[in-house]
């Protein structure tokens, strides 16, 4: 049940971000600034370092979840298999936001990442589908 409290909350940070319908593109370089940050964020999630994401998290993402709640995506990802790399990825601003679009590839199923950065690059939204 927990779980599912802490996908209700992510989910919940997530659409304020995105509610307004889809974003614009953004040009390469930023596309690769951005999904670069939120590929390094995979990886210290697939490592378990949730303080170290904590870190990156604008303050509203602080108040509402802690790195306890954010390690209880950890029976999804582990049912998930081993971790391979990143497939699609797509970079889009909204409203001043970058949002980025991950496709994870593990070794039992994919994973979607959507991270949201705000203009002072600090992470707005976080959602694993």
């Known amino acids: 049940m927990k779980l599912k409290n802490m996908v209700l909350i992510l989910i919940s940070i997530c659409m304020v971000a995105l509610l307004a319908g889809c974003g614009n593109k953004v040009d390469d370089v930023t596309a690769q ?3 670069g940050k939120a590929e390094e964020v995979i990886q210290l999630l697939n490592a378990g370092e949730y303080d170290s994401i904590m870190e990156q998290f604008d303050e509203t993402m602080k108040a509402n979840l802690t790195a306890e709640q954010l390690a209880q995506i950890e029976p999804v990802l582990t049912a998930s298999g081993e971790f391979k790399g990143i497939g699609k990825q797509t970079v889009e ?5 970058k949002i980025v679009v991950l496709v994870a590839n593990y ?3 994919k994973r979607i990442f959507t991270i949201t950065y705000d ?3 600090k992470i707005a939204g976080f959602f694993v589908k």
């Not at 601003?93 to 936001?97: A, V």
């Open 107 to 109: 070794s039992e199923d």
């Open 93 to 97: 601003e909204k409203d001043g936001m």
């Open 119 to 121: 203009a002072n690059d």
């Open 33 to 35: 600034k951005y999904a």
